[in-house]
């Protein structure tokens, strides 16, 4: 599911910052955005529609086989969402699509924003993964089955997974973590940093029940004597209503909601894949011990997934993500909460993500270590552009456009003063807005002068871990730079400010 934002190409090439970094680094929130919630599944303006028309018919051409279209959450922000493929064909898919859409919306004087955060305070944009397990002649291993053996092997990948989530959580953290990205997660309807896994109130309770080895009903058939005789089909409705969480369970699949719209699914579904891997390898192992020692297989199958729940289940969350006291609750717990990606793209040097890679012979050592120099490195770039676009806007562009207000209202209230004398209120009035103006302007230099001195120390920086934990402070910098301007853009006259405002971009298309 391919999520983005469309907007007027005028307004596109007005913007250095969506130019160069794909994002807008300044900008005021306009009055209306999407608190109405009238957009979502609304009608879509004429030129989306065009622009998604021809996407489509391209699309088919090229073998995409495209299937919904509808409008998002924010304001001019859409979505795509293909019919399901093999993983590695849809990736593929995913890649050439994201290119088919930035040359198709070039022919609709439209520019297609595909980074995961291009306006602040509306929603971002994501890539939901929707992933399940199948065997060759095309079963889903992640549906419930008609019978109590097909419900034990579906209870058996279901736990399977949230184990392979449970242990390698730093790891699926690390494969979702980019520079774009640390600015989607964890607000309006992006999922938190902390990965956990959502399965609605009927799985959660078949494994509480199958964790405490007790007989349950169904409304209308007992299951067999650890829930798992009758496994209704489970609605979409039941699994679908928590939007904040990363990992969730909807019907016959998982939806890995924390990938970037920007990013290839490669990575996170290569550590999914793996992880998985080494899930089903030790519970089969656990499952023919049991056998070994003379157990039926339904018995040490069940035997090895209760035990397997009790010790992963502290991953599993079904509350809002973002309240405080699920922060404090998975700190209890234990699970970890990376909020940035520095932090995250750590866990690639761990020795937990050496054994599972080389184990399993996806990477060696060597392509694990330059996997990780290669994102850090990719992140300081991205925040190093990002700081030196800032700097650049905030000096040429709004320095000017404020001083040219402020020199203008200074001669307003001259000739307030000269025309109706010192006491006029009304030159009063514009004095304090002059005095405003010239405090933004003055702790605006103060910011841009902090930002280059920030840029200076984490350039001297050598050690490439320490280097990106440095360049934190360079985007925490730059964000104190947005803030001013932000700031101004809310007194200097529409006519003289220099790029076009978030009213223009994204009210109407």
């Given at each position: 599911?391919?999520?983005?934002?469309?907007?007027?190409?005028?307004?596109?090439?007005?913007?250095?910052?969506?130019?160069?970094?794909?994002?807008?680094?300044?900008?005021?929130?306009?009055?209306?955005?999407?608190?109405?919630?009238?957009?979502?599944?609304?009608?879509?303006?004429?030129?989306?529609?065009?622009?998604?028309?021809?996407?489509?018919?391209?699309?088919?051409?090229?073998?995409?086989?495209?299937?919904?279209?509808?409008?998002?959450?924010?304001?001019?922000?859409?979505?795509?969402?293909?019919?399901?493929?093999?993983?590695?064909?849809?990736?593929?898919?995913?890649?050439?699509?994201?290119?088919?859409?930035?040359?198709?919306?070039?022919?609709?004087?439209?520019?297609?924003?595909?980074?995961?955060?291009?306006?602040?305070?509306?929603?971002?944009?994501?890539?939901?993964?929707?992933?399940?397990?199948?065997?060759?002649?095309?079963?889903?291993?992640?549906?419930?089955?008609?019978?109590?053996?097909?419900?034990?092997?579906?209870?058996?990948?279901?736990?399977?997974?949230?184990?392979?989530?449970?242990?390698?959580?730093?790891?699926?953290?690390?494969?979702?973590?980019?520079?774009?990205?640390?600015?989607r997660l964890g607000a309006n309807?992006?999922?938190?940093?902390?990965?956990?896994?959502?399965?609605?109130?009927?799985?959660?309770?078949?494994?509480?029940?199958?964790?405490?080895?007790?007989?349950?009903?169904?409304?209308?058939?007992?299951?067999?004597?650890?829930?798992?005789?009758?496994?209704?089909?489970?609605?979409?409705?039941?699994?679908?209503?928590?939007?904040?969480?990363?990992?969730?369970?909807?019907?016959?699949?998982?939806?890995?909601?924390?990938?970037?719209?920007?990013?290839?699914?490669?990575?996170?579904?290569?550590?999914?894949?793996?992880?998985?891997?080494?899930?089903?390898?030790?519970?089969?192992?656990?499952?023919?011990?049991?056998?070994?020692?003379?157990?039926?297989?339904?018995?040490?199958?069940?035997?090895?997934?209760?035990?397997?729940?009790?010790?992963?289940?502290?991953?599993?969350?079904?509350?809002?993500?973002?309240?405080?006291?699920?922060?404090?609750?998975?700190?209890?717990?234990?699970?970890?909460?990376?909020?940035?990606?520095?932090?995250?793209?750590?866990?690639?040097?761990?020795?937990?993500?050496?054994?599972?890679?080389?184990?399993?012979?996806?990477?060696?050592?060597?392509?694990?270590?330059?996997?990780?120099?290669?994102?850090?490195?990719?992140?300081?770039?991205?925040?190093e552009i990002e700081a030196q676009?800032?700097?650049?806007?905030?000096?040429?562009?709004?320095?000017?456009?404020?001083?040219?207000?402020?020199?203008?209202?200074?001669?307003?209230?001259?000739?307030?003063?000269?025309?109706?004398?010192?006491?006029?209120?009304?030159?009063?009035?514009?004095?304090?807005?002059?005095?405003?103006?010239?405090?933004?302007?003055?702790?605006?230099?103060?910011?841009?002068?902090?930002?280059?001195?920030?840029?200076?120390?984490?350039?001297?920086?050598?050690?490439?871990?320490?280097?990106?934990?440095?360049?934190?402070?360079?985007?925490?910098?730059?964000?104190?730079?947005?803030?001013?301007?932000?700031?101004?853009?809310?007194?200097?006259?529409?006519?003289?400010?220099?790029?076009?405002?978030?009213?223009?971009?994204?009210?109407?298309?």
């Amino acid at each position: 599911e391919q999520e983005y934002f469309l907007i007027d190409r005028g307004y596109y090439n007005e913007r250095p910052d969506l130019k160069q970094t794909g994002r807008t680094l300044f900008g005021k929130t306009p009055a209306k955005h999407q608190q109405l919630e009238d957009q979502y599944f609304g009608n879509i303006p004429e030129r989306a529609f065009a622009f998604m028309t021809e996407i489509e018919n391209e699309s088919y051409k090229l073998g995409i086989p495209l299937k919904t279209r509808h409008n998002e959450v924010a304001p001019n922000q859409f979505e795509v969402a293909p019919i399901y493929e093999d993983v590695n064909i849809a990736i593929d898919h995913n890649q050439i699509l994201m290119d088919l859409m930035d040359r198709v919306a070039q022919r609709h004087n439209l520019a297609v924003l595909l980074h995961e955060k291009p306006f602040a305070n509306v929603n971002g944009s994501g890539k939901h993964c929707n992933w399940a397990l199948g065997t060759d002649k095309g079963e889903n291993l992640l549906n419930p089955g008609k019978t109590p053996q097909s419900n034990l092997q579906f209870l058996v990948f279901l736990v399977a997974t949230i184990k392979a989530v449970h242990k390698h959580a730093k790891l699926l953290r690390a494969s979702i973590a980019t520079a774009h990205n640390d600015h989607r997660l964890g607000a309006n309807e992006a999922p938190p940093a902390i990965i956990s896994v959502f399965l609605g109130e009927l799985l959660t309770r078949v494994l509480e029940d199958l964790e405490k080895g007790k007989v349950t009903t169904d409304s209308d058939q007992a299951w067999l004597n650890i829930g798992i005789d009758k496994i209704p089909e489970i609605p979409k409705d039941n699994t679908d209503r928590n939007r904040t969480s990363p990992f969730a369970f909807t019907g016959n699949k998982f939806e890995f909601r924390a990938v970037g719209s920007s990013q290839s699914p490669s990575t996170p579904i290569t550590v999914l894949n793996t992880a998985m891997a080494e899930s089903l390898d030790e519970l089969r192992l656990q499952i023919e011990k049991g056998i070994a020692a003379g157990k039926d297989l339904n018995t040490a199958a069940v035997e090895v997934l209760r035990k397997t729940v009790i010790e992963s289940k502290k991953v599993l969350f079904g509350g809002d993500g973002y309240s405080d006291a699920w922060h404090k609750e998975a700190a209890k717990r234990g699970l970890p909460n990376m909020k940035t990606c520095p932090e995250a793209l750590a866990s690639y040097l761990t020795k937990e993500a050496e054994h599972l890679f080389t184990k399993y012979k996806v990477y060696n050592e060597r392509e694990i270590e330059a996997i990780y120099h290669i994102d850090i490195e990719n992140y300081i770039k991205q925040v190093e552009i990002e700081a030196q676009v800032a700097k650049s806007m905030a000096v040429t562009s709004y320095f000017a456009a404020a001083t040219t207000y402020i020199t203008e209202l200074s001669q307003t209230v001259s000739g307030l003063k000269a025309a109706l004398g010192k006491g006029d209120k009304g030159a009063k009035a514009v004095t304090g807005v002059v005095k405003n103006l010239s405090t933004l302007v003055a702790q605006l230099t103060v910011e841009v002068a902090g930002l280059e001195k920030q840029l200076q120390a984490a350039r001297k920086v050598e050690d490439i871990k320490k280097k990106g934990a440095a360049y934190l402070a360079v985007r925490k910098q730059t964000d104190a730079v947005r803030a001013v301007v932000d700031g101004l853009e809310e007194l200097v006259a529409g006519d003289l400010w220099p790029v076009p405002k978030y009213s223009d971009m994204i009210v109407g298309l």
